[in-house]
């Protein structure tokens, strides 16, 4: 067949060019679209340096640090204020051979009256050593004592106060797993929380090898992370 003038000559180039032919000359291919860069992962914080204690404030005149300090007459104290849920607290540091006295005094003066143990807890101040907290209560008076005492890491021994204060047992049985602290004394301190062949670290020491890791999840946790992650 015989087509009009031009579209003869059009026909025969189209036929001469390959299916495939690459483009012409000049215009670039179009890449394929690139696949987006994986999400990098969270770099790890450096640990920061522990903070220190806060100055310390001695308790206004009349404050219960001079009730214990009548009751328990010869013992070395330091009382000063600490923060406490209405406002603040008085706090008493004392040795740990006067312990027992302190806590003796606090639950059986009559001006104390300390009939309650609310908690006992433990601090680890590393170069300073581990701290004991006792929270006492009086529900007759209606007023409140923080009581600490101090060990080194060497020497981790305190005395037991489960028989003042019967409730200290398992709280003294938590601080021994958590902190390695041994109660010279305690009815049966044996591990209320851990294994009883797990004895190579303290979870809540800040020696602890997995101490930095576990602040670091805390962080990401605290902080949302993984939110909108896929």
């Excluded at 060990?151 to 601080?175: C, F, K, L």
């Amino acid at each position: 067949m015989t087509l009009p003038d031009g579209q003869d000559q059009e026909a025969q180039n189209e036929a001469a060019q390959p299916a495939d032919a690459p483009p012409p000359s000049g215009e670039a291919a179009a890449a394929p679209p690139e696949k987006p860069a994986a999400k990098a992962a969270a770099p790890r914080p450096a640990k920061e340096a522990e903070p220190k204690e806060v100055a310390r404030v001695a308790p206004p005149a009349g404050s219960i640090n001079e009730l214990l300090a009548a009751a328990a007459p010869g013992v070395q104290m330091k009382a000063y204020m600490v923060p406490w849920s209405p406002g603040e607290s008085v706090a008493v540091e004392v040795g740990r051979d006067d312990l027992t006295a302190v806590m003796t005094a606090a639950r059986d003066d009559s001006r104390l009256d300390m009939d309650y143990l609310r908690c006992l807890s433990g601090v680890d101040w590393q170069e300073e050593g581990l701290e004991v907290v006792y929270h006492l209560w009086s529900f007759t008076r209606r007023h409140h004592l923080t009581v600490k005492t101090r060990v080194t890491y060497a020497d981790p021994s305190v005395p037991s106060i489960a028989a003042i204060y019967p409730g200290a047992e398992w709280h003294e049985r938590e601080a021994r797993d958590m902190f390695g602290l041994h109660f010279e004394g305690h009815p049966n301190l044996v591990p209320l929380l851990l294994p009883d062949d797990m004895t190579d670290h303290f979870p809540l020491r800040k020696d602890n090898p997995l101490q930095e890791i576990e602040e670091w999840q805390g962080v990401n946790l605290r902080e949302g992370a993984g939110e909108g992650d896929e």
